[in-house]
T-cell receptor, first 116, second 115 residues
């Protein structure tokens, strides 16, 4: 079974600075997707960024980028120029191959605080 | 385009009762999946439906069931509620034909409290 681990329950960052959230996963599959989701107090899970395992290039979405290390099974999220609105719970998630359908396996989450 | 709509937003039930939660996916989305979120267990997959058929099921007891209608709307039912069923229940929809990795879009969830 696949597992996702986020070893940082809480992180904090100063506004305008950069923070990196860590995630490791375990799988025996070769075809999979990795995601970072953000969950603000409104409770809605919002997709931040996604990475296809077959792509070597790290995904980037504006201020958000990932460092995908397939051999090490590591998938960290870097938030640049942090903003107050970035404060939320961040979840790393894994989605397997075709037989997994839309099933996501989530990590425990990292609560990010942004200090003004 | 309207997002994923979950009703009700809050629900309080008594142990032993049953409850039905509803999820309306984004228009055009045919896949709906359900997740339970608790402080202790985190986010756990319940089940997924596509075109009215259950495609995947998580490791939950038979008290948890679901269904999907022809308009893709989905309901999940929990019978004989236990205190441990208190959780945020999240629904997600995607375009999702089998074999296609389309992004999941989540609703705001239903907060169920069992007393």
């Amino acid at each position: 079974a696949q597992t996702v681990t986020q070893s940082q329950p809480e992180m904090s960052v100063q506004e305008a600075e950069t923070v990196t959230l860590s995630c490791t996963y375990d799988t025996s599959e070769s075809d999979y997707y990795l995601f970072w989701y953000k969950q603000p107090p409104s409770r809605q899970m919002i997709l931040v960024i996604r990475q296809e395992a077959y792509k070597q290039q790290n995904a980037t979405e504006n201020r958000f980028s990932v460092n995908f290390q397939k051999a090490a099974k590591s998938f960290s999220l870097k938030i640049s120029d942090s903003q107050l609105g970035d404060a939320a719970m961040y979840f790393c998630a894994y989605r397997g191959g075709e037989t997994s359908g839309s099933r996501l396996t989530f990590g425990e989450g990292t609560q990010l605080t942004v200090n003004p | 385009k309207a997002g994923v709509t979950q009703t009700p937003r809050y629900l309080i039930k008594t142990r032993g009762q049953q409850v039905t939660l509803s999820c309306s996916p984004i228009s055009g989305h045919r896949s709906v999946s359900w997740y339970q979120q608790t402080p202790g267990q985190g986010l756990q997959f319940l089940f997924e439906y596509f075109s009215e058929t259950q495609r995947n099921k998580g490791n939950f007891p038979g008290r948890f069931s679901g269904r999907q209608f022809s308009n893709s709307r989905s309901e999940m039912n929990v019978s004989t509620l236990e205190l441990g069923d208190s959780a945020l229940y999240l629904c997600a929809s995607s375009w999702g034909p089998p074999g296609v990795h389309s992004p999941l879009h989540f609703g705001n969830g239903t907060r169920l409290t069992v007393t």
